[in-house]
């Protein structure tokens, strides 16, 4: 199939993820608006994180994010037909960078990419 529809297997693992990407956009700014307006979020977090409308204090949900991500390429990598090694260690190389942008992010919404990946 992918040699008569001239597919190339990075580029279709590239597609896919930009196909997701307004509903993941939408889940995002809608968490982020939730932690700003929504008054629960203060009160509605789990062990060390109580508050989801502030950043993790302890930075333990960015690297988990960062952890499930990874878990998630490397399961890909695993059950693809034809792996791309090339795309595999991009991604992997693309975690730390991920890890630092998430720092800032609310806990509600690291807890939600946690929850998605």
């Known amino acids: 199939y992918k040699e008569m529809n001239e597919l190339k297997p990075g580029l279709s693992t590239l597609w896919s993820s930009i196909a997701q990407m307004p ?3 939408t889940f995002f700014f809608s968490c982020r608006w939730f932690a700003v307006e929504e008054p629960s979020f203060t009160t509605g977090g789990l062990w060390w994180f109580s508050n989801l409308a502030i950043p993790d204090p302890y930075y333990i949900l960015p690297v988990v994010t960062g952890l499930t991500m990874l878990a ?4 890909g990598q ?3 037909l034809s792996p791309n090694k090339t795309m595999t260690w991009i991604f992997r190389g693309l975690m730390l960078p991920m890890v630092y942008v998430v720092l800032d992010f609310t806990a509600g919404v690291q807890l939600y990419w946690i929850y998605t990946n």
């Open 78 to 80: 695993m059950i693809s």
């Open 23 to 25: 509903l993941f956009i």
């Open 72 to 75: 998630g390429i490397e399961i």
